[in-house]
Every structure is written in C-alpha cells, then in structure tokens.
C-alpha cells in the first residue's frame, strides 16, 4: 500500500470543519479522534459529528475510538460512513469478535495500543486485523512529545506482521512531525497520523506532502 499520511482534525478549528478537511486534499484520510471523556480525560464529539464530517468530503475518515464499551458503539462509526474504525484494545471486552463486526458492517478494522500496552498477546490475531494502530504518546490530547520507547514495539510489530505474512497496515499516532516520521517509517510504520504538525504549519497540504516524502526518503 506504501505510505499513507493521514491528518488528525483534533487541532482544527471545530467551527469549521469541513473547510479544515477541505484545506488538505492531499490527504490519504482524514483522522477522527472520538473522545468520551472517560477512557481518555477529554471529550470532542460522536457519531453525529462525524456523519456530517463524512457528507462533506471524499477523503474516507479513520476513525480513532478513544472511548469506553467500544463493543458497543465502534459498529456505530461504520454506519456513520468511516471506511476505517479504530478501537483501543484496553476498552474492548471481546476484541476479535468485535473487528469481524466492524469487518461485516463493511469497515476496515482496525485496533490501537497504548504506549504501555504490549503487542506480543495479540500475535495470533493480526490477521484479523487490517490495521495495527500504535500510539507514540498517550492518548487525549494532541501536540505532545513523541515517545521514542514506542520504537522498539513498532519494530516488533512489523517483525510479526512479515512472520505470520498479513497485509495489516502499521499506524502510529502521537507526536508525529517532520522530526521523528522517519524514526517511525524506517521501525517499520507505514500510515501515519499527525495532527499539530499538519495544522499548526502555514501551508497544511504542503506539510502532508513534506511528511510523506520524508517517510519514504
Ligand atoms: C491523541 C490523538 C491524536 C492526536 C495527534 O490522543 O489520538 O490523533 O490528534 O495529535 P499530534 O499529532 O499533535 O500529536
Ligand atoms: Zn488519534
């Protein structure tokens, strides 16, 4: 699939959104961050939100669930018109169940670590999995510091992903800027989340392609 840059609106200007999402065609996706204010000590929005979101562009919405029950609700973001549904491992009860759910409503599915949390247990369903997203800081708020000692897991990642032979994309999330994607792409990632860098930077489109020529240099 190569590289894919997907741009994270949580530092968008919220009143706006659908001009923020339109400001970066470039885009591979488009990022969601669903936070409830429980499983991460933030909240922004919910399927609601992210229906109109996904009305008004073409680029397809990566949604990333940060949020408790996700067996209850990740399906929820399938319907809502996300092509691709992120839940965090640590807030679902029956996870392979529930990324055959997503997979039959017709998303892509797709399952998150926090820093702390490690990948090893999860080896044997991998395959069940078209995405692995691993996060570079804890996960709540954006622009903070990248966490090199998520290095090593990305790398242990990729290993297990080319042993078991499946075509699961490699995402991380958290910190990722023009400094430290190429310490990310050369662990072994190959989608890449960035939120700060992206909307922070003068010209937003330029940056996505910034990113993506300096993960693939
Ligand atoms: C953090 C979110 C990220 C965030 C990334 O909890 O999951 O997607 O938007 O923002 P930056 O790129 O600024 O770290
Ligand atoms: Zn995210």
Request: hydrophobic share 45%; charged share 20%.
């Amino acid at each position: 699939m190569g590289i894919q840059i997907t741009p994270s609106i949580l530092n968008a200007d919220f009143a706006a959104l659908g001009a923020e999402v339109a400001r970066i065609p470039s885009a591979d996706w488009i990022h969601v961050d669903v936070m409830d204010n429980h499983f991460v000590p933030n909240l922004t929005f919910g399927p609601t939100m992210v229906e109109a979101l996904a009305r008004s562009t073409d680029t397809p919405l990566d949604a990333h669930l940060m949020i408790a029950d996700a067996d209850r609700h990740a399906p929820t973001y399938v319907e809502a018109g996300c092509a691709s549904v992120t839940f965090h491992v640590e807030a679902a009860a029956a996870p392979v169940r529930l990324a055959r759910e997503i997979r039959a409503a017709g998303g892509r599915a797709s399952m998150a670590l926090k820093p702390a949390t490690p990948v090893e247990p999860y080896e044997d369903m991998l395959g069940e999995l078209d995405m692995l997203l691993l996060m570079t800081v804890e996960p709540g708020f954006g622009g903070q510091k990248f966490l090199d000692l998520v290095l090593p897991k990305i790398r242990r990642a990729r290993a297990l992903m080319d042993k078991h032979g499946v075509e699961t994309w490699l995402q991380v999330d958290g910190g990722v800027s023009l400094e430290t994607i190429e310490r990310c792409a050369e662990a072994g990632a190959d989608t890449f989340v960035a939120g700060s860098a992206v909307y922070s930077a003068d010209d937003p489109d330029a940056m996505v392609n910034a990113l993506r020529e300096r993960a693939a240099a």
